[in-house]
């Protein structure tokens, strides 16, 4: 596929099956969607490689029992045959601490095709 409309139909599902792996809060489901030299900047820090990524990802899932991550308002400034970038809002509802807890923020992605595949190779998050 290299028209724009099915770009962007494989890219949204690529990242609707990425945030299902999320909701899964099983890494091992999120791990294949990263290039190896990924980098994702979070609000506590920046992560660089897989493994950094994985740590901080566990984090988050230890953290916030119960996640339910949402991605909205998918936007492509960037939509190529081998590269991509999309902003986008996002929601999350978990339990923190015993007690039930929301929030929201804006993110970017930057993905890449490598070797046939999608992999996430930077992820900017903000709330």
Not at 24 to 31: A, F, L, T, Y
Not at 74 to 97: H, I
Not at 109 to 126: A, P, Y
């Amino acid at each position: 596929m290299t028209d724009q409309t099915g770009l962007e139909s494989e890219l949204a599902s690529f990242m609707g099956e990425y945030e299902q792996a999320n909701n899964s809060h099983d890494i091992e489901r999120v791990v294949p969607f990263l290039a190896e030299d990924a980098v994702y900047w979070f609000s506590d820090g920046s992560y660089r490689g897989i493994e950094e990524i994985r740590s901080a990802v566990e984090k988050t899932f230890a953290t916030i029992l119960d996640e339910v991550y949402e991605v909205r308002d998918l936007e492509w400034p960037v939509l190529g045959v081998d590269v991509a970038v999309c902003r986008y809002q996002f929601a999350w509802t978990g339990v923190v601490g015993g007690e039930r807890r929301s929030g929201h923020g804006r993110g970017t992605k930057v993905i890449v095709r490598r070797d046939g595949r999608w992999k996430m190779l930077h992820e900017h998050l903000s709330s």
